[in-house]
């Protein structure tokens, strides 16, 4: 059976590649469908849903637009989610096959490193880090990166220590493969499943971390974002029950998707867990 | 007259949408009666053991049974439900399972796992069981049955781990005994003790077994009559004697005619005055770490090893598990560094190299692994498996993977490059690796058990190609086995190890016709059938 086919035979999978999709539609339609900042103030505040043509879901305690604020918000949160995964691997990846591989002294040194990042809280760290770099996209991405690839690390290193003893691993060094190959073009491919679903998940968390530093007001001030809105609407969360609840949606639709996708792609890469769970 | 136990009559079992075959068994009929042994012989995939999973009822998911009955006391076990199922397991139908390792729980101790069989059916008080359960320890010849009672798993060797199984399985003196490979995992002479006992217990309770396997030597070993399966089929049924010594059908004589037999073919390679490969006083010991409690344990893996090997020479290395030939092989191919001692090939040593002169030095000499489904990474196309050793070693990347083709169109297998290694089958695989052996241009191949993973008839075909392409390239072999019989094939002369030492040393005739070290007999008188196989020779 062809991955793909794998893939949609976990209908929860396929809800969640739905809900991505829609995400990731809005936020490319964001700019042509609301193509004014997010920021302007366009009506009265307070304005509920539906109340008024072109403010489906009303408008927030400045009188700011809340459909064009999820909108906008919709590509900073993907944005941030990717590009803050994808840095964590680039350092997780490398550091856990090389402690993996080499094992012995490397394997300890580098271990006792990844640990330091593991005793500190996540969140403290990302908070402490945004607050020295002053917020902004790039430090939240950095902040969200540092705090989140000691799991990398991790998985990647138990994944070497259990391949570079296999049989093809020594036929290749007996061939006389250099070890940088071995690592790329031997083991790395094999690890690779793991290493797909647990990104998946990654994007999930780091958008909540994301949410959450705007929420206490460390997001980037020149991009609107789902963990802002929330937090500026705190206060009035008895007044105005819509500016957090639509914010709320989406950030619980789109983590939801995510971790949905990540265990669709967990059955359809490792075909033999999926037959026996079905 | 005796009493037919297990009878199944015209049973069908239907495997999976998308398995190869649309059943696992079809249209199989054979009876099991008081007092025999049952051999149900056949290859890998040929559903022997499919039917002896659906009499206890643990086929595998997606297996269900189509047509026919099983009959046992009065009863079509297809139709019973699983808690009446599960009264009989263990009570009238003990089983022992090939894997002695994994079968036990390794968190009990040895008697408490035996009690439990007991428990389960709810018979005598806690005290009782223990005694019940020392006795039977006794009964299989565990030694210290005092003190294995108190063990765990872990802490039993291979056979007495099989031991306590069948302990447990004839706990509550069940009328049929299944015997799933149970020696398969065992070595030779551990094997034989352990078909031993199934025989003598089976004699002295006249219990019926059924008993699984893909050896027939073993078949020569115990059986009373057998029964051999090809693609889910039975081929012949008849008594042990008849089949071995008449086998009317072909698939059967070609079965029979595969086992490898002592008839040692005289072939006797004059030894050139300069060695390819010059061994000199190895040595290796692996340590394991000690604890703050505990202390750290040596093993002797390999001491004061010394041979010589020539140009086109097959040297044969057999021992049981432990005994150090897997090292052996490991130190020759610098997988594994010798503690002290030479290794000289061509006058030059080996073991001092290091780095970059290693690694371009490690084309000379190359290995044939056990596992042919481990020792091919599974995503690399088999035509770039074959040519990542050259092109590591400078060859560019066209004229490796032509290489490649030629290469699997010698060892029979055109055309497939672009494979991935999960399309083929073991025996091919196989190949595939001996391909990659190969593209070196090697002048001494390792090969680590390289047949033991394979059936039979694959098994002759293997060694066929190995000695075609030995004579075609001049290689030097050195061959690492269990089994003396496949060694005895292909080898011109035999070193036999144990405990890490050299035990014997000498050409394959004198070893089989004239052994000198006891246990070199002991390995001899071990192989099973080896007296069947020899009455009828």
Redesign the interface.
């Known amino acids: ?1 062809s991955f793909f086919a794998r893939f949609a035979q976990n209908r929860g999978a396929l809800i969640g590649v739905i809900i991505l999709a829609v995400i990731i539609a809005m936020a490319a339609l964001a700019p042509f469908l609301y193509p004014e900042s997010p920021w302007r103030m366009v009506q009265r505040p307070f304005l509920p849903p539906l109340e008024m043509d072109g403010f489906p879901l009303g408008t927030d305690t400045m009188g700011r637009n809340v459909a064009a604020g999820l909108m906008h918000g919709a590509w900073v949160s993907l944005l941030i989610g990717f590009v803050s995964t994808s840095v964590a691997l680039l350092i997780g990846v490398p550091l856990g096959a090389v402690a993996g591989y080499y094992g012995g002294l490397i394997d300890d040194g580098l271990m006792r490193f990844t640990e330091f990042f593991q005793t500190i809280p996540n969140f403290a760290l990302a908070i402490v880090l945004v607050a020295i770099m002053q917020p902004s996209v790039t430090s939240i991405v950095l902040a969200i990166a540092l705090v989140s690839w000691p799991p990398v690390a991790r998985l990647v290193r138990a994944e070497f220590l259990s391949l570079r003893h ?13 070890n940088a ?1 071995i690592i790329l ?2 083991i790395l ?2 690890t690779l499943s793991p290493i797909i679903v647990l990104a998946s998940l990654m994007v999930a968390t780091a958008i909540l971390l994301e949410s959450a530093l705007s929420f206490l007001g460390l997001g980037d001030p020149n991009v609107m974002s789902w963990g802002y809105m929330i937090g500026a609407a705190r206060t009035v969360i008895r007044q105005a029950w819509w500016l957090s609840f639509f914010p709320g949606v989406a950030i619980l639709l789109t983590v939801l998707a995510l971790n949905l996708v990540g265990e669709g792609l967990d059955d359809a890469l490792n075909p033999k867990l999926a ?2 769970r079905s | 007259m005796t009493e037919t136990v297990l009878s199944i009559r015209d049973l069908t079992l239907a495997l999976p949408k ?1 398995a190869d075959r649309a059943f696992a068994v079809e249209h199989v009929s054979y009876d099991v009666s008081e007092g025999e042994i049952l051999c149900v012989v056949g290859e890998s995939g040929s559903g022997k053991s499919m039917a002896a999973n659906a009499v206890m009822g643990l086929l595998p ?1 997606g297996v269900h049974a189509t047509g026919g009955e099983i009959w046992f006391g009065g009863q079509n076990l297809l139709t019973l439900d699983e808690r009446a199922h599960r009264s009989l397991r263990g009570l009238r139908i003990g089983m022992i399972f090939q894997e002695p390792m994994t079968a036990l729980n390794p968190l009990m101790r040895v008697g408490a796992q035996i009690a439990e069989v007991f428990e389960a059916h709810g018979r005598h008080t806690p005290k009782e069981r223990q005694a019940r359960a020392l006795a039977l320890l006794e009964e299989v010849g565990i030694p210290q049955p005092e003190r294995a009672i108190r063990a765990y798993p872990f802490q039993l060797s291979g056979g007495q781990r099989q031991r306590v199984m069948i302990a447990m399985a004839l706990a509550l003196e069940p009328e049929l005994l299944i015997a799933d490979e149970p020696t398969t995992a065992l070595d030779v002479t551990t094997q034989a003790q352990i078909l031993k006992l199934i025989r003598d217990l089976q004699q002295r309770r006249g219990m019926a077994v059924m008993f699984i396997t893909h050896d027939f030597g073993v078949v020569a070993e115990v059986a009373t009559r057998v029964c051999v399966m090809r693609e889910g089929e039975i081929v012949e049924l008849g008594e042990a004697r008849e089949v071995l010594d008449h086998p009317r059908h072909d698939y059967t004589r070609a079965l029979i005619d595969a086992i490898p037999n002592d008839a040692v073919p005289n072939r006797h390679h004059a030894a050139e005055a300069q060695p390819l490969l010059e061994v000199r006083h190895l040595d290796k010991v692996f340590r394991s770490r000690g604890g703050m409690l505990k202390p750290s344990r040596e093993v002797h893996a390999l001491d004061d090893i010394s041979f010589t090997l020539s140009r086109g020479e097959t040297l044969g290395i057999v021992g049981e598990s432990g005994s150090g030939k897997s090292t052996l092989g490991r130190c020759v ?1 610098r ?1 594994e560094r010798p503690d002290s001692g030479q290794l000289l090939l061509d006058g030059v040593d080996f073991t001092t190299l290091k780095g970059e002169t290693l ?2 030095g ?2 000379r ?3 044939i ?3 042919p489904y ?7 196309r088999v035509g770039l ?1 074959i040519a ?2 050259p092109i ?2 400078g060859v560019p990347r066209d004229q490796a993977l032509a290489k490649a083709d030629e290469l699997l169109e010698l060892v029979g297998l055109g055309g497939v490059a672009d494979r991935f290694p999960h399309e083929f089958s073991g025996g091919q695989r196989q190949r595939i ?1 001996i391909a ?1 052996a190969l ?2 241009e090697p002048e001494l191949i390792v090969a680590d058990e390289a047949v033991s993973a394979l059936d039979v008839s694959i098994q002759a075909q293997i060694l066929e190609l190995l000695e075609r392409l030995q004579q075609t390239f001049s290689l030097s072999l050195l061959f690492i086995t269990h089994d003396l019989r496949v060694a005895a094939q292909i080898c011109d002369r035999l070193i036999v190890m144990q405990h890490g030492r050299i035990v014997e040393h000498g050409t394959a005739e004198a070893i089989f016709r004239t052994p000198r070290a006891a246990y070199t007999r002991e390995l001899l008188e071990a192989i099973p059938g080896r007296d069947a196989v020899l009455a009828s020779a």
Do not use: C, H, I, W
């Open positions: 059976m296999r049989e093809y691993v020594e036929a290749a060094r007996l061939v006389g493969q250099g190959t073009r031997q491919p094999n037959r026996e | 998308g998911k191919v997988l690694r371009r490690r084309r000499v190359q290995m692994f056990q596992d481990a020792s091919l990474n599974p995503r690399t498996a990542q050793g590591a070693n690796g990659r593209a070196l």
